[in-house]
């Protein structure tokens, strides 16, 4: 049989989370145990388990309660190789070696042992904010798998004064700082406004990285999961 399928096989890469392709996340478990994205999960080969990961705690169960931020995770353990994705969404990884990145939740696809989570106030924005704004700190050392609707930017917040839409924001390092600009004028009052009202602010030494996007939305499920973000908050 001739077929133009060889382009598609499957990589050979012998890290723990190595990239299939730009929107298909390998992942071999005999190197390691991962939480990932409830439902992101597209085929494996091996001797595979899934199960319900939960919150890890009372705390972060009543975080996440109470905030609505934080995502479903599933636990992943087993040996063999996963294949997660999410809605074709472009996948990027990053590693971190005892540090600590601050993600959007629905931007969160997978994540090893190594790591940790929390729930965290957005700095800024508990004077601004009617119940204040969250987004998971996730830290220790370990891989983590983030996903952007479409191909992002990644901006040095040191070179100069950053903003940024909150759902646009999808993550930044643990030496940025965070705050909310507004730009309130009386045209806002008779639906004259840019629109741009509010913006996440950064500033410090580090990156945050923007994706050309302020969110997917499939179905109501969907919409609700991303409106219990930093940007539903914003726009509540």
Request: hydrophobic residues 40%.
């Amino acid at each position: 049989m001739q077929t133009t399928l060889g382009q598609f096989n499957e990589t050979q890469s012998q890290d723990a989370f190595a990239l299939q392709n730009s929107k298909l996340l390998k992942v071999r478990l005999e190197a390691v145990t991962i939480q990932a994205k409830l439902g992101s999960m597209v085929a494996y080969q091996g001797d595979v388990t899934f199960e319900h990961a939960g919150s890890g705690g009372l705390g972060r169960m009543l975080k996440k309660a109470v905030t609505g931020e934080g995502v479903q995770l599933m636990k992943v353990t087993g040996r063999g190789e996963v294949f997660l994705a999410e809605q074709a969404q472009d996948i990027h990884l990053i590693y971190l070696e005892n540090d600590m990145i601050t993600v959007n939740g629905p931007n969160l696809l997978a994540f090893d042992s190594g790591i940790d989570w929390d729930i965290r106030r957005v700095e800024g924005a508990s004077g601004m904010m009617g119940g204040g704004m969250y987004n998971m700190a996730l830290h220790g050392t370990g891989w983590v798998a983030i996903i952007s609707d479409g191909p992002p930017v990644l901006l040095n917040v040191a070179a100069a004064p950053t903003f940024a839409d909150a759902q646009a924001a999808i993550t930044w390092s643990s030496g940025v700082s965070t705050g909310i600009r507004t730009d309130f004028k009386m045209k806002n009052l008779i639906g004259r406004g840019s629109g741009e009202t509010v913006q996440m602010s950064f500033s410090g030494q580090g990156w945050v990285l923007v994706q050309p996007s302020e969110g997917q939305v499939f179905g109501a499920t969907q919409q609700q999961s991303s409106q219990g973000g930093l940007g539903g908050l914003l726009n509540s």
